[in-house]
């Protein structure tokens, strides 16, 4: 009698020794990383470790000095091209006096799947309205953009992704600044979307709620200090290595 299969592990993002300087600064240093389908990953670290950087890298919009980076086994711009990487980017990096509604911005994420014409077509409004549905803004879909509550806006850039059908998705601090019910609305779309396969890497200060939103984490101060599961990533003697607390009373050093 033969014994059932191992159900194989597809690497969705793979991260070997990479390496990133900005001029003389040293932002990322021999980086290695492998985060597995249907993972959701939270990455933390004091602000200028090098997590908005590495997002950057793993989107191909960094070149890395050393090393490499592949997204669903191919490279990050084909993983752009295909639409199968979705980023939701810190609020300061957005213009929100744009002329956009939240309509608007979410059928953005549907860009890469329009024809020539670049018209959409109902399969994309289709997607789009069951984004908005998804987190909660079907009746905000005509405002601008600039109009919600910070929240709301990052549910905004969640939903983006979700009509993009990204399989793999960076979410770079959305938990900052928003209320208890976005927050609350994030969390259980991205543990929805990984429980279909899809793999996120969001990074966070909001040390308190890893465990519940992550199935691993990694803690990174230029260099990977430690990977593993939230409990044991947050440690006091690992928190210690990047965020200068004493490891007995926990408090800032």
Request: with cysteine; proline share 5%.
């Amino acid at each position: 009698m033969t014994s059932p299969k191992t159900p194989k592990i597809t690497r969705a993002i793979d991260i070997d020794g990479v390496t990133v300087h900005y001029g003389d600064v040293l932002a990322l240093d021999n980086v290695s990383l492998t985060l597995a389908s249907g993972t959701v990953c939270g990455l933390i670290g004091v602000n200028g470790s090098g997590k908005s950087t590495l997002f950057k890298t793993i989107m191909g919009l960094i070149r890395p000095d050393t090393g490499t980076v592949r997204v669903n086994g191919g490279s990050p711009a084909l993983a752009r091209r295909d639409s199968a990487i979705g980023y939701v980017p810190q609020s300061e990096n957005v213009d929100w006096a744009f002329p956009m509604s939240v309509r608007d911005v979410v059928l953005t994420g549907r860009y890469g799947k329009l024809g020539f014409t670049r018209r959409p077509r109902r399969a994309d409004h289709t997607a789009v309205d069951e984004a908005l549905e998804r987190v909660d803004l079907a009746e905000l879909a005509g405002r601008q953009i600039g109009r919600l509550s910070g929240g709301q806006r990052k549910r905004a850039f969640v939903a983006r992704g979700i009509a993009q059908g990204a399989r793999v998705l960076l979410l770079d601090e959305p938990f900052a600044g928003v209320d208890k019910r976005s927050e609350a609305t994030i969390t259980r779309l991205l543990r929805e979307l990984a429980a279909t396969g899809a793999t996120v890497l969001v990074s966070t200060h909001d040390l308190h709620a890893l465990p519940e939103l992550a199935d691993e984490a990694v803690l990174l101060m230029r260099s990977v200090l430690a990977r593993g599961n939230p409990g044991e990533v947050l440690r006091p003697e690992n928190l210690a290595l990047a965020f200068g607390m004493r490891a007995r009373e926990g408090e800032p050093a």
